[in-house]
């Protein structure tokens, strides 16, 4: 048994408070995520695609010139508005595309024949590939990969892990030892960064309940919309509610809207 790669974002993790200090603890698990991670990371790869399509739409609107000269040459006018952005979706689909090349090696799947140009097709089958072979993918070996980062991200370039790296007009390239748990913990990362790209704020939800350890009305659902987080945690204590212990608690929150005298 080891913890949960996601460390203290584990959706099943427990907190203790001993002389006044928290302790997060991961969930316990024999594979790199726990079951309820696992699960997270099923929908991420379901909504995936569908946000890479929206940046792409996104990104199409603001480099369409609206009145400006035609600009000649290649007849292709990408005035790089927002490089951030364009830079984005091109490491999006070169790690979602890496680790399908991957599955489909161990899993002794057919290559992909038609066009590896990475696209909202490739990364649509890339992601279902990954979703349906999600045990395959978590159980990978270390691999050498071949990440890039624009330059201003260059400083999250791990340079004890990284045998090469080599920095190329705008980019540093670098070939990196990844596994299943680090496939898992980039597809998150990918997944939290598209929905801040398109402005998602999550809503989180404030209760009336006070918190069963601390007796302090300080808990916060935070919002589940893209099915990252469905628990009840206090901002006081850090106490978390999961599982029976959420249902339990967003019963008691029911019955105190319906009757708030009650209490
Ligand atoms: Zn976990
Ligand atoms: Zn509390």
Sequence with gaps: MRECARGEHCAARTTTVQDGRITVHPARTYRPFCDPDVARLRSVLTDLPRRYAELCARLGERSRPADGPRVSGGGRSTIPLNLGHEAFLRELATIVLSWEETVRTTARLAPVTVSRHPGRAAVSRACATLRAHI??????????????????RAETVPDAEADTAWVHAGWIGAVVELDGAAAGIELFNLHHRALARLGWTPQHHDLRTPCWDCDLPRLRRWDGTAGLSDHVECRECGSQYVGERLRLLMAAEEQLARNPKAS
Excluded: F, I, N, Q
């Excluded at 045990?135 to 201003?152: F, G, H, I, K």
């Design 135 to 152: 045990e395959v993918l978590l159980s990978c070996p270390p691999t050498p990969m071949l990440r890039t980062l624009d330059l201003a």
